[in-house]
Each structure stands twice: as C-alpha cells, then as structure tokens.
C-alpha cells in the first residue's frame, strides 16, 4: 500500500490520500506513473530527462555494429562472397554457393534511414535457383559474456525484440530467424516489405527459451540470421516459437537470390530485452570500434612502428598488444608488405621474409628473416596484418 | 591445406597456407575448430620443416 497523490481530469483535482505506511505513488488519472518506497524511486511510466533525450549507451543493444558504421575489411568497398565470411565489422555471410551475391557498405548510394548515415547492402548476382540444401543470409553471432543475463533455460528466461531498418527491390513475405547455437534451436520469423525500394522498420519479438540455456562463454550463443534464399531442408512452418533443430527461414520465403539484381539492404539492426522497440542505441563511434577489435583487427605499416630486435644478423623478433583484449587467440596473418627500417623515417628498408606469428588474446609476436641489419640491435618495422577472432 | 609450423619459442601453430595465416591452438577459435574438423575426416597436414 502507499499514500498517493493523484492528477485527476474528473474531477479536476489534486486529490491526496495518506494511509500511513512509508510509501507514495504519483498517479496520473489514478494510473501510478512512478513509486518512491524505502528502497528507493520506481518509474512505471516513460522516463524523459533533460540531457539524456537520446540513448545512453547502457549496451541495450546486443548487436555491435548495427549502425554499419564500421567496414575494417573492405572500407566501403564490394566483395563477392566466394564462402561463408565476415564483410562489414561483425557481420557474416553465409553461402552454400559461390558468388550469388555480393555485399557492401553503402551499395547502390540510397538515403538511408533517417538518423543513420550506414547499411549493408546485397545485391543478387543472378536469378539463381535454390536447391534443397542451399543457405544465403546474413547474420551476427552474439558471443555468450553478452547474452549470459537472460536467463534462457529458467522459467525467467527474458523476452527480447529485434528491431531493424530494411529495404528490397523486391516485395513480398522475407525470412530470418534467431538461433540458439548453444542447443541447436531455431525461432525463425518473417516480415514484410510492402513497397518497393523503400525503408521499412521492422520488430520481431520473441519469448526466451525457458528451456535451453545459453552458454556463459565467448562462445556464440544466439544468432540474429536475415535469409537471403534458403532451400526446403532449411527452411519450415513453424514460426514464431523455438523448434530443435536447424532452420534459417520460413517455407515459402523470398528469395533475394534467385532474382538478377535484387537489392536487400539493412542497418539499425538492433536486440534488446523487453516486448517493444526502443530507439537505436547510439554508441561512441571509439566504443563500436573497440568492440569490433575484440573479434576483428587489421593495421598497415604506415599506422604503427613496432620495435624489431634482431637477435642474429637475420632474423628478429617484434611485439605488440591488440587494442582490447581478443575474444579468442585469434588467427594472425602478416604480409610481405611489412618491414624493417633502422630509423622511422630512414630511405632504406628491407622487406620482413619468412613470416611467422605468434598471436595471444593479448597481443603477439612476429618472427621475421631480414637483411642488411646487426645483431643485438633494434629497429622499426611496420606490419601489413590481419587479426581474427570472429565467432 | 595446413602445415604445422614451430615457434622459435617452442610453440607449434597451424599454417593455413590458401591465406599464410597462422592459427593458434585455441579451442576457441574457430578456424582451429575448422582445422580440428578437417583432421578428424581424415587428412593429414604438412609436417613443420626441419630444425624450424
């Protein structure tokens, strides 16, 4: 119980009641909008305060990157997916087949959404003709340390909504679906694209699985998936609640695959706790960025000078530490392009041979045969390097 | 294809030779996870080279 204080219309009035325990409740039309007890202040009602207008980057939002601000691999340029992999920061292309479509930041230069200045956009290659186990879609793992408070597999297990923009040359039903990786569970769902080559927002709300929990781990957990073109075995009925096993899109779907030069463009893309969309979470473009670096980072040599210690004539060994701490040790490429030179910005540099790496959750450390150098000395290279810890 | 490759500190990677990337023992990520695979359907990778 709690005394109140109502703003009433009918009779128009401030009516007060006291019942004499510690508790108040501010009530608009007898509706209690707000609740202050011993432990503390609770609002009911929409919370707007001054300076706080937009979204405060409390990571309400699961997806990283959903904005498509970030492009590390590709900075806005298209690439064909020959097989399944990473395009725009954290999100991945799956494919069955080779070369049906092609993605980039920003393809085919539409205005995006209003509020967003990024999408990813697909563009079909050809009029392809879905075989039964084919699979085309995009999609971004969540890793578990981000999923591990909604409780899946309790009674508590939270409802979350996905929200995004999309956009298609094409109109019609579309298919998608959130998968469980942990139990090999699949929600899959549809939404529709009424017009043409016109943004259109979207929310898919989705109960937790009561019944099969995530794992707490920088494992993926749950999987937001857009399908692109899905064949029969992948593909079911039952939408709209979780069903074992592994199914990327609904029967019957549209497929943007199968349609020479069709156009599937998407941004905003977020997943929240709660039954409704809220407003996309903006977050810092330095704090999206550093998200990224945690699954995927690259540099060149002209970014970064690392001590290299030659400990013979030839060969040397250079260090460094990732700018956030990788999700997994990651996979660690360096090219040819990096090298040596004995003062920052000396005329003579020597290409780095014989490359190996040795990549931590951390940092790393690159071995490397080089010439015209001296033993015991130090040096300054630059690398030319790729870092992947993708899920 | 693979080819195993030894540290000159005493660790042994993976060479993933389409792409020159090095992929650490790490169950965790999933290009090991890919290399795990690829081994249990039965192939072998290259051996690390002699006194590397």
């Known amino acids: ?391 | 294809m693979y080819k195993l490759v030894n540290l000159p500190n005493g660790k042994e990677l993976i060479l993933r030779v389409a792409d020159n990337a090095f992929i650490p023992k790490d169950g965790a990520n999933t290009d090991y996870q890919a290399y795990l695979k690829w081994v249990a359907e039965g192939n072998t990778p290259q051996p690390a080279d002699e006194g590397a």
Do not use: H
Not at chain 1, 165 to 184: K, M, P
Not at chain 1, 375 to 387: I, R
């Open chain 1, 1 to 391: 119980m709690a005394s109140t204080i109502n703003a009433s219309t009918s009779p128009a009035a401030i009516v007060q009641t006291a019942d004499g325990t510690a508790n108040l409740s501010l009530q608009s039309n007898g509706t209690t909008i707000a609740a202050i007890t011993s432990t503390g202040l609770a609002v009911t009602g929409a919370l707007t305060t001054n300076g706080v207008t937009g979204s405060p980057y409390t990571m309400k939002n699961r997806i990283i990157n959903g904005a498509m601000v970030i492009d590390q691999r590709n900075a806005g340029a298209s690439v064909t997916p020959t097989t399944t992999g990473y395009t725009l920061d954290r999100f991945n292309a799956e494919v069955s087949q080779s070369s049906k479509f092609s993605v980039q930041q920003n393809a085919g230069s539409v205005t995006p959404p209003v509020g967003f200045a990024n999408y990813l956009g697909v563009t079909s290659l050809s009029a392809y003709t879905l075989l039964a186990g084919d699979y085309f879609d995009i999609n971004q793992p969540i890793e578990g340390f981000n999923t591990n408070d909604l409780a899946y597999g309790t009674a508590s297990a939270k409802t979350c909504t996905m929200s995004c923009w999309v956009y298609s040359s094409l109109t019609g039903t579309f298919g998608g679906r959130i998968y469980n990786n942990t139990a090999n569970k699949s929600y899959v769902f549809t939404y529709s694209i009424p017009t043409a080559n016109t943004w259109t927002f979207i929310t898919i709300t989705f109960a937790g699985d009561t019944a099969s929990a995530l794992s707490n781990s920088n494992a993926a957990t749950l999987y937001v998936q857009f399908a692109l073109g899905v064949g029969s075995t992948y593909s079911t009925a039952s939408t709209n609640s979780w069903i074992a096993g592994n199914y990327l899109s609904a029967t019957g779907a549209t497929s943007v695959v199968s349609t020479s030069g069709a156009k599937w463009y998407v941004t905003g893309v977020q997943l929240e706790v709660g039954s409704s969309a809220t407003s996309f979470e903006w977050r810092p473009y330095p704090f999206e960025l550093s998200m990224c670096y945690r699954y995927y980072y690259q540099e060149t040599p002209t970014e970064y000078y690392y001590p290299f210690a030659c400990y013979v004539s030839t060969i040397g060994v250079a260090g460094g530490k990732w700018p956030v701490t990788m999700r997994a040790m990651p996979t660690m490429a360096v090219t040819a392009a990096s090298y040596v030179k004995n003062i920052p910005n000396s005329p003579y540099q020597t290409a780095i041979t014989s490359i190996t790496t040795d990549p931590t959750i951390i940092g790393f450390g690159v071995y490397g045969t080089v010439s015209g150098m001296s033993a015991g000395q130090c040096y300054n290279s630059g690398f030319t390097l790729t870092a992947s810890a993708e899920l």
